[in-house]
């Protein structure tokens, strides 16, 4: 029988109902899942978690609530070969991808129960020390950081079930703040399930995590003013969002992770043969096909100097051609499907658009597939070339969410910097040389247009985190067309969860409000 996967709203799980969208495999075709339609009782859901969700997480200081993090953490990884199951059915993915989603997700839920704890049984945050505003010092001020009083929505994209409800969810409940999760539709079946293990464990007080399946229909018209939302996806359905009423009129604070025209740049030390250059070439092969190129932070763009593109080219080439392609249940696979077929089509059509001003330098899409067949949703790698990078233009904002990258040739080191930018503001540039001052000058000119900037050396060429790879203590959000978000950063990540107010008053009065408190800094 198909599971329905239906809606948890108002601390109950609501009866299935008709099924309105379905789940595929997209290596088989196989219907996996159902949801339905428009979600009932949304405002009285909403209202449930705001009232008894919050009441009883706010109840509770910050390190018994990592306490439940903590739990959580254990429940689902003892799941973790079922999730790695429901990953490979309906994200098509291999084992190492799905590891990313899934793990990537336990981790950084690990991660905030750990930083929780470090704040023992404080209810409130202060944020810097009291300004002393009268002569006779007796009237200051102390800015306080209380849990926001409203809920947290999340909508979702599809490529990431697992990671992208955890690493929103555990700053959220970490600050006290009760959790509606609205997963894309395509993958959310894992969200799902892992939502459901967690609630039937009974760790977390009723209305403190709800899910909504299926059509996104009504979730905005059912939040209040000091309500937050947290938005993942493309960068028309942020503009719709954005637009909407709870935004406009109510300031509901929201964040948006939309998508970006990330880079990576060989800098110019890095020579053919050099420790560098072979770092470049491994990450940029492997970053383009890691679950299949669906990264928000796969690079889009790889700058190298000019007279370096045929050499690049062909050696990123010889390692796209060792990846085999298909079926993930085939462990002689590297790279698996794409999400769907919509997914496929909206690729295929992606790199007909960037091939009117690039060259083919490595065409995957030619290559047979393994254990899938032409109705599948997997696409072998694609890599292109543009040598004027200022004359291209959709190579600069077309962003195709599949494993597609273009290589870009650049004149000079400001002339990268320069073209990096015209993504309108990324994710993540990464930079590869062994000379650290000329990262360091990169990383100045890339970081008021991008979230983050990862610089390789050959020095911890076995060490770094991967530039694709958001890690949970490093900000993850960007200026501009990435959307304008930020999330992550260690404990940073719980500002967005908290108002801050400044509090003006005696000295007195406010060393006492401060008991109970602890300082926020990071
Ligand atoms: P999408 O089509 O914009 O959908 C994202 C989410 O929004 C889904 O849950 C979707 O629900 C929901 N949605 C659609 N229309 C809506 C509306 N009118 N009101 C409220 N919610 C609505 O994006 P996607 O195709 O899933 O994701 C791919 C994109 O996400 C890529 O562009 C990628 O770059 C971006 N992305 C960015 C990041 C980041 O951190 N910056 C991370 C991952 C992905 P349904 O699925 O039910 O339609």
Redesign the pocket.
């Known amino acids: 029988m198909t599971n329905f996967l239906n809606n948890h709203l108002g601390g109950q799980w609501q009866p299935a109902t008709r099924a309105v969208?379905t789940l595929t495999d997209p290596v088989t075709g196989d219907t996996l899942a159902t949801t339905g339609g428009a979600a009932e009782g949304l405002a009285e859901g909403f209202a449930f978690a705001r009232d008894q969700g919050a009441r009883a997480l706010q109840s509770l200081g910050y390190a018994q609530r990592a306490a439940m993090l903590s739990e959580a953490l254990k429940v689902m990884q003892a799941k973790r070969d079922d999730y790695y199951a429901m990953s490979l059915a309906n994200s098509g993915t291999t084992k190492a991808d799905s590891g990313i989603d899934i793990d990537g997700g336990l981790f950084t839920l690990g991660y905030y129960a750990k930083l929780g704890a470090s704040l023992g049984d404080a209810k409130a945050l202060t944020d810097g020390a009291p300004a002393v505003m009268s002569k006779d010092q007796l009237f200051q001020s102390q800015h306080l950081m209380a849990p926001v009083k409203g809920l947290a929505l999340f909508?979702?994209?599809?490529?990431?079930p697992s990671w992208?409800l955890w690493e929103k969810a555990a700053p959220a409940l970490l600050s006290g703040v009760p959790v509606v999760v609205?997963?894309?539709?395509?993958t959310?079946w894992l969200t799902h399930q892992m939502v459901k293990d967690v609630i039937d464990a009974g760790i977390l007080p009723p209305g403190a995590l709800s899910i909504v399946c299926?059509?996104?229909a009504g979730?905005?018209d059912a939040l209040s003013p000091f309500d937050v939302l947290s938005?993942?996806?493309?960068?028309?359905?942020?503009a719709?969002?954005r637009s909407?009423r709870a935004v406009t009129r109510d300031s509901v604070r929201v964040n948006i992770?939309?998508?970006?025209l990330n880079s990576t740049i060989l800098a110019e030390d890095a020579l053919p043969g050099s420790a560098a250059f072979d770092l470049f070439v491994d990450n940029l092969a492997r970053d383009i096909t890691i679950k299949s190129g669906?990264?928000?932070?796969a690079p889009r763009r790889a700058l190298v100097p000019k007279g370096l593109l045929p050499a690049v080219g062909e050696a990123v080439a010889a390692k796209l051609a060792a990846i085999r392609v298909g079926n993930p249940r085939n462990p002689d696979v590297g790279m698996g499907s794409l999400v769907s077929r919509a997914?496929f089509d909206s690729v295929r059509e992606g790199l007909a658009a960037l091939k009117t001003e690039a060259s083919v330098m490595f065409d995957g899409a030619a290559q047979p597939l393994l254990d899938a067949d032409d109705r599948s949703a997997c696409i072998g790698p694609t890599l292109l070339a543009v040598r004027d990078a200022d004359a291209a233009t959709k190579v600069h904002d077309l962003?195709v969410?599949g494993p597609v990258s273009t290589l870009v040739g650049y004149r000079d080191t400001e002339h990268a910097i320069a073209i990096a930018n015209r993504g309108l503001g990324s994710?993540v540039a990464s930079v590869y040389s062994a000379d650290n001052g000329l990262l360091a000058c990169c990383a100045r000119g890339l970081a008021a247009t991008h979230g983050r900037v990862h610089l390789v050396s050959p020095e911890v060429g076995k060490t770094h985190t991967g530039h694709g790879n958001?890690m949970p203590a490093s900000i993850?959000?960007?200026p501009g067309r990435?959307?304008g978000?930020e999330?992550l950063g260690g404990l940073r990540a719980l500002a967005f969860y908290h108002r801050r107010s400044a509090i003006q008053g005696p000295a007195a009065a406010l060393d006492s409000m401060k008991e109970g408190t602890t300082a926020f800094s990071y």
Not at 231 to 238: E, I, K
């Open positions: 969208h909508i979702n994209a599809f490529n990431f992208g609205k997963p894309a539709t395509a959310a299926g059509s996104s979730l905005l938005f993942t996806g493309s960068a028309d359905t942020a719709t969002i909407h992770e939309a998508d970006s669906q990264r928000c932070t997914q962003e969410f994710l958001v993850h959000g960007g990435a959307g978000g999330e």
